[in-house]
């Protein structure tokens, strides 16, 4: 049985919440909170499992009460928001920093046709995260621990001219990629394609983020678009993304892949057949195994590649399955990648 503590000042959207989480027999709530300090005492008092976390409280908002929470009685929070203005989407990120594993949309209001959808996805996310063990809040600065590595992280050769980076993440890969994109220079010659899988809704918001710490100017990408070097392109929601050998971005609607759309493991395979050698691809930490296959198709075609180290990641599953299959040349701590990526780019060995 999953213990849940509620976390909403809402009294009629925390009783929706609690009612669709009850529901489910392998969750129980044991309790629910109006603010951030009440879920502060609740935490330390009934030690839940998960927590839903709401963003916008009075007293002590969802941001700060997760920053607490992290550094005192560390758990799982998914974070539960009702707005999708990019705005305040962008700010919704800012928890992930803090510790936070997961964002959602509010679960769509009873009679409404998404409603057991989001439903659905609320009760599945709580589950899942509840396996997370150990959530750590991303090192922003002091001395990095030395993570040993395996054999995979062999020295790299770059075979070709490094013409592209595209990296797929899933579950806790939004901070990690805010970690790299900030570390890479403002001159680095490279686009870099992304896709990250997250609920519908945020994207807009997870770029604006992004876009205020990078010194790279990142988009939404948009069909038919050409890809310019020094420029990050993030897919959208419900869209598949592949390149073309135009030099363009193509978005399909496509079916999903590994129940995925966008999936990395689409844009990984177009990646592979339009620059082979010439890219630079990488899984960062999340679930399942959405891009592996592809990237072991990649090193094959000698492009270098990269997976997380297990170490620094919130779920090994992606990355993990791509050491697996021998897919990563180098399995790297976050704070390494981009390192690894600016020399890579300016054509050095690592």
Known sequence: MIKVLVVEDSPVVREFLVHILGADPGIQVIGTANDGEQALEAVARKRPDVITMDIHMPKLDGLEATRRIMETHPTPIVIVSGSTDPR??????????????????????????????????????????????????????????????????????????????????????????????????????????????????????????????????????????????????????????????????????????????????????SVAEVYGRDAVAGLLTGMGRDGAEELKRLKEKGAVTFAQDKDSSVVHGMPGEAIKLDAATLVLPPEKIAATLAGLANGRKK
Do not use: C
Not at 215 to 241: C, K
């Open 88 to 269: 305040e989407v962008a700010t919704t990120f800012r928890a992930m920093e803090a510790g936070a594993v997961a964002v959602l949309r509010r679960p769509a209001g009873i009679g409404h046709p998404d409603h057991e959808a989001t439903a659905r996805d609320l009760v599945q996310t709580v589950k899942l995260m509840s396996e997370v063990k150990v959530i750590r809040r991303w090192p922003k600065a002091g001395r990095q621990p030395e993570v040993s590595r395996p054999a995979e992280a062999r020295r790299a050769q770059v075979e070709g001219k490094v013409k592209v980076i595209a990296i797929g993440a899933s579950t806790g890969g939004p901070p990690v990629l805010q970690t790299i994109l900030a570390a890479l220079p403002g001159d680095f010659p490279v686009p870099v394609l992304i896709v990250q899988h997250m609920a519908a809704g945020f994207t807009q918001g997870f770029v604006q983020w992004l876009a205020q710490t990078s010194s790279l100017p990142v988009h939404l990408a948009t069909h038919d678009e050409t890809i310019r070097p020094g420029h990050v392109y993030v897919a959208p929601d419900e869209f598949q993304m592949r390149v073309e050998r135009s030099g363009k971005i193509v978005l399909t609607k496509d079916e999903p892949e590994n129940g995925l759309r966008p999936s990395v493991s689409y844009l990984l395979r």
